[in-house]
């Protein structure tokens, strides 16, 4: 469960079907602090359940919220549980999530940081070292990849990488347009190699540039 505030910036998926998931969350934003995720299955909005309603009935209060400068609450589970859950016919109880409000300030590092400008980060892993550190979510149809979480301590977190960034090359290669079974390979290929370069831009120099 996550508050957010009227400056939050979240796209959610646009289609017939329900329930509805979040399609994107700004790099460096209350909503990424927050730790809303790609993917999110939204469930709840302001107490309400929306987890069987149209679009236009999730996006609504959403809107409504921007508009009277008030706090947003947003009820998700990320897509991977809810599968399962509903998997196995077991509806999801709300008692048991965690709030996760906004800061009251921004870290420095998200107020900061610089946009329009992408980022070249090296990430070497070392002779005890399993992963890079980082989590990958594919875009929309499986095209294209974000970074959707960076592990604390690892080799990722001391790096200029961030939450949400949009993955333009990896090892010099460019796979922006690639579909999800390149980018996997790509991906294997730099853990074999114990070694990637990521070259990425947040979700606002991605736009700039298109």
């Given at each position: 469960m996550s508050d957010l505030t009227d400056e939050?910036?979240?796209n959610l998926e646009r289609s017939i079907q329900h329930p509805h998931f979040i399609e994107l969350v700004d790099s460096n934003s209350p909503?990424?602090?927050?730790?809303?995720?790609?993917?999110?299955?939204?469930l709840a909005v302001n107490n309400k359940d929306v987890s069987e309603s149209e679009y236009i009935e999730v996006t609504k209060p959403i809107k409504d919220v921007r508009d009277s400068n008030d706090r947003l609450e947003l009820l998700v589970i990320q897509k991977h549980?809810?599968?399962?859950?509903?998997?196995?016919?077991?509806?999801?109880?709300?008692?048991?999530?965690?709030?996760?409000d906004t800061p009251k300030q921004m870290p420095g590092d998200y107020m900061n940081f610089s946009k329009h400008t992408p980022r070249t980060c090296e990430i070497r892993l070392s002779t005890t070292d399993q992963t890079f550190g980082f989590d990958i979510v594919y875009g929309k149809?499986?095209?294209?990849?974000?970074?959707?979480e960076i592990?604390?301590?690892?080799?990722?977190?001391?790096?200029?990488?961030r939450k949400n960034d949009r993955v333009l090359e990896i090892n010099d290669k460019f796979i922006d347009n690639e579909p999800?079974?390149?980018?996997?390979?790509?991906?294997?290929?730099?853990?074999?190699?114990?070694?990637?370069?990521?070259?990425v831009g947040?979700?606002?120099?991605y736009i700039y540039f298109q």
């Open positions: 939050d910036i979240l909503a990424s602090a927050a730790s809303l995720k790609i993917r999110d299955v939204v549980f809810y599968d399962i859950l509903k998997e196995n016919g077991i509806s999801f109880n709300p008692r048991f999530a965690q709030v996760i149809y499986d095209i294209g990849a974000y970074i959707q592990a604390p301590d690892s080799p990722a977190s001391p790096t200029i990488l999800r079974k390149i980018i996997e390979k790509r991906l294997i290929e730099a853990k074999l190699k114990r070694f990637i370069k990521l070259y947040d979700t606002h120099t």
